[in-house]
């Protein structure tokens, strides 16, 4: 499976943003799609997943702010954001798993300005 993902870009402290993560394949059989985010100098860290399709997990420091989609029918996996903080800036990768393989997309960058 290959991922694209998009939607990065600058934007101000408050501000909005929405990312797109698109499959190859169908995502409909994946275990697992998720966002993580490598901020310079720090390890990658999840930021959001969905497992089985249903169970939703965010980090604590982006919940009530971000929201993990996807839409089966465009194999794409979404990350909406708001209230974006500076902190938030990092490069973001999509993810997915199926059983002990592992796939990533090539990242895009999130900045946010003060």
């Known amino acids: 499976v290959q991922l694209q993902a998009s939607g990065g870009g600058v934007v101000q402290t408050g501000g909005s943003l929405r990312l797109s993560c698109t499959a190859s394949?169908?995502?409909?059989?994946?275990?697992?799609m998720a966002w993580y985010r490598q901020a310079p100098g720090k390890p990658r860290e999840l930021v959001a997943e969905?497992?089985?399709?249903?169970?939703?997990n965010y980090v604590d420091s982006v919940k009530g702010r971000f929201t993990i989609s996807r839409d089966i029918a465009k194999n794409t996996l979404y990350l909406e954001m708001n209230s974006l903080k500076p902190e938030d800036t990092a490069v973001y990768y999509c993810?997915?798993?199926?059983?002990?393989?592992?796939?990533w997309g090539q990242g895009t960058q999130v900045t946010v300005s003060s």
């Open positions: 993810n997915a798993q199926r059983g002990t393989l592992k796939y």
């Open positions: 394949a169908s995502i409909h059989a994946l275990d697992v």
């Open positions: 969905i497992i089985s399709g249903a169970i939703v």
